[in-house]
């Protein structure tokens, strides 16, 4: 299953699949047709813990087979197709079963499982830059050397992020996972004196997010001019699936001499 978007639907398809009393053959069980009842629940795996939860067919899914109660699926031929979609980020498994016993070639039942699958933020979103030493706010207008002051080269600077699903609402599990994923700040120059562009330093940076929002008030860019800051997966790499490139902040500067 490739990676998917927090929030956004995902097909999975199911096919039901073994042995029946006449046909000892492993393969698709086409006599298994119809509206069938199965039992659907999510597993976190990474992290091991979540609040919200899948949804199969737009409804919640609990996340313990106990737990777990049954949607009316419709198969043709042994195989049948879902809709997913899982609001938050990590690591899932969905754990399906059919344990009726309508089914005369299944009297006892069948259960199987998705190989899990990852659920990425769809991006992440600046706010509250401001200066750390009096929180004066960045004046997000400046263009050019004419324009209002905000800091001075190489002073910290406060920013929040907020890592999001595809309809923008917080991902509570981004930076919980098992080595807690974190979020890279990437200047990119609007104007500037020449054309240096050092990255944005920090000691501590982002290394707390609760309910997927992070602040960091160490930040500082060693240079003069106006940037744009652009949020990013740290390692470029989340759960293995790859990057996820964030919203471009509004201009941040002017950036003058100490």
Not at 5 to 10: I, L, V
Not at 139 to 149: E, F, I, S, Y
Request: one cysteine or more; glycine letters at 12%; charged letters at 10%.
């Amino acid at each position: 299953i490739p990676a998917q978007t927090a929030a956004t639907n995902f097909t999975l398809y199911l096919a039901a699949y073994g042995q029946t009393p006449t046909d000892a053959t492993c393969g698709i069980i086409e006599s298994y047709s119809g509206v069938q009842n199965i039992n659907f629940w999510s597993t976190y795996n990474n992290p091991a813990t979540g609040t919200l939860q899948v949804a199969v067919n737009g409804s919640n899914v609990a996340t313990s087979e106990g737990a777990s109660a049954p949607q009316a699926v419709t198969f043709t031929n042994g195989q049948a197709s879902i809709t997913a979609n899982y609001p938050d980020v990590g690591q899932m498994t969905l754990g399906m079963k059919d344990d009726t016993t309508a089914n005369p070639d299944l009297p006892n039942g069948i259960a199987g499982g998705s190989d899990p699958f990852v659920v990425r933020p769809a991006g992440f979103v600046l706010s509250n830059i401001m200066r750390s030493s009096d929180s004066f706010p960045n004046p997000g207008t400046a263009v050019d050397q004419t324009g209002a002051r905000f800091i001075a080269a190489g002073e910290n600077m406060t920013v929040t992020v907020t890592a999001v699903n595809s309809l923008g609402n917080p991902t509570p599990n981004y930076g919980q996972e098992s080595a807690a994923e974190s979020v890279l700040l990437t200047s990119t120059l609007v104007a500037a004196g020449g054309v240096n562009n050092p990255p944005v330093n920090f000691s501590t940076g982002f290394n707390g997010f609760v309910n997927g929002v992070d602040t960091g008030t160490d930040f500082n860019w060693p240079e003069v001019g106006i940037i744009t800051l652009t949020p990013s997966v740290f390692d470029a790499d989340y759960l293995g699936t790859g990057d996820v490139t964030g919203t471009v902040s509004a201009n941040v500067g002017r950036f003058y001499p100490a």
